[in-house]
């Protein structure tokens, strides 16, 4: 796929009654902002013509800027040496770009390199928060490659935004309009109560300067570049019957496994098989919990920022492909379940307590890694209206991740047929991603 670049500027916030804010402002990040990765999260959006036309578009971008003013910002260290986003309206990146073939042959049906052309370039330090790349197909369909940064929205602030983006498009107002107060939400308790064990699960120290449990068990860096990503579909009907058999053991007064806990849990046994790790190598799953609904009271669905924090269920690999599926399903239900309002009003008191700074913990999301195995991280979009993007004519046909080969990342991505089917994006090792496409479609 050539990929030709037209332009490149940057869009800055386009205020209603054309007068911008008096002065910069630095607004301090949450804790839930601070703790979750530091990088640019880039998904690809495509839309079948008719399309407005570019201006429209970079038109609606401006407004939307002027109501999610953070994404027009700059991360950097305020006057109180605190991590902070500054309200500066440095804009966002605009990217314009053709190909001279049609989308249908162009862009690849799964998971490749290429698409990665699709976005403004995300792997060398972008200062822009967020950076859009417009490319137009000879057939008149659209891509829209959009990259934030994770500190300033997680999944669900970005898809508020995304849809806010399109109604400025369609010359609508921008409603709801979010809630920004990420500086002051999160308060402490007084006194503060921690009673989970954060520096092991959110938090660790710096990792020391010698070989991992990962190299020892054979995974290192050596075979980086052996990973490969696959697409996997789910049918409505496979859902329904991987539900069905995860909770086949149940008894009467316990409800169902969601469509969540039974793919995660299918998947996970399929890959630990797959993987062909000993019975008794420890595996664990990192899943992101939204806390908008978990927290007491419960906050405002259109809070922008992050309130995202991880459940980690774990067991042996040869317990886990030995047991039925249920068994790993009520794994990632417990887990999930115990990431509850205590677990994180527990958070904040110690991430707010100026211990991580004193003892010099680093997050857990560490977006360098690039083999997990013998874990796995979910990202999972099944929750998250994406599909909500609308210039005017229409939602997008095609929602996905950019190619992300971090051996262990899978990625969950409701169907745009909206039949309750999906795709599963998996990176594995080569040689590991041929076993995994043999048994991935077995119930057991």
């Not at 109560?193 to 010698?210: D, G, I, K, S």
């Not at 700074?357 to 999972?380: H, R, Y």
């Not at 909500?388 to 997008?396: I, R, Y």
Request: glycine content about 8%; charged content about 25%.
């Amino acid at each position: 796929m050539k990929v030709k670049i037209e332009s490149s500027k940057i869009v800055k916030p386009l205020y209603e009654d054309g007068e911008a804010p008096a002065r910069a402002q630095w607004v301090p990040l949450s804790v839930f902002d601070k703790v979750t990765y530091g990088e640019h999260v880039a998904i690809i959006f495509a839309f079948r013509p008719p399309n407005p036309p570019n201006s429209e578009v970079e038109l609606g971008l401006a407004k939307a800027l002027a109501v999610y003013q953070e994404w027009a910002g700059q991360i950097g260290d305020g006057p109180d040496g605190r991590r902070s986003v500054l309200l500066n309206d440095a804009g966002a990146r605009f990217v314009e770009a053709k190909v001279d073939a049609p989308m249908a042959v162009s862009v690849p049906s799964g998971p490749s390199p290429e698409v990665r052309r699709l976005h403004p370039r995300i792997d060398d330090g972008p200062v822009e928060l967020v950076q859009v790349q417009l490319t137009r197909f000879s057939c008149g369909s659209l891509a829209v490659g959009f990259a934030g940064h994770h500190q300033i929205a997680d999944g669900q602030a970005t898809a508020n935004f995304l849809a806010a983006w399109g109604l400025a498009t369609r010359q609508l107002p921008v409603s709801p309009l979010p809630v920004c107060d990420r500086g002051t939400r999160f308060a402490p308790r007084e006194p503060p109560l921690v009673e989970f064990p954060h520096r092991e699960v959110e938090y660790r120290a710096p990792a020391p300067n010698t070989m991992d449990e990962k190299e020892e068990i054979g995974f290192g860096a050596a075979g980086h570049d052996k990973v490969k990503v696959h697409m996997m579909h789910l049918s409505k009907d496979f859902v329904a019957r991987l539900k069905a058999r995860a909770s086949s053991g149940l008894p009467p007064s316990r409800r169902g496994y969601t469509t969540f806990q039974s793919v995660v849990a299918h998947l996970w046994r399929a890959i630990t098989a797959a993987r062909g790790l000993g019975a008794d190598v420890t595996t664990k799953v990192r899943i992101s919990v939204n806390g908008r609904m978990r927290m007491r009271p419960p906050m405002p669905r259109d809070y922008f920022g992050n309130v995202v924090l991880w459940a980690f269920p774990r067991t042996d690999a040869g317990d886990l492909v030995s047991r039925p599926v249920g068994h790993a399903a009520e794994l990632v239900y417990r887990a999930v379940a115990d990431v509850d309002d205590a677990y994180f009003r527990s958070f904040v008191d110690l991430a707010s307590s100026g211990v991580v700074e004193a003892e010099g913990l680093v997050s857990t999301a560490d977006s360098e890694q690039a083999v997990l195995c013998p874990d796995l991280e979910v990202d999972a979009w099944l929750g998250i209206n994406f599909h909500g993007l609308n210039f005017g004519g229409g939602g997008p046909f095609r929602v996905m991740p950019t190619y992300y080969p971090m051996e262990g990342s899978l990625f969950l991505v409701p169907s745009t047929l909206g039949d309750g089917s999906m795709e599963a994006y998996v990176a594995l090792f080569d040689d590991h991603l041929a076993e995994f496409k043999r048994i991935c479609h077995k119930i057991d």
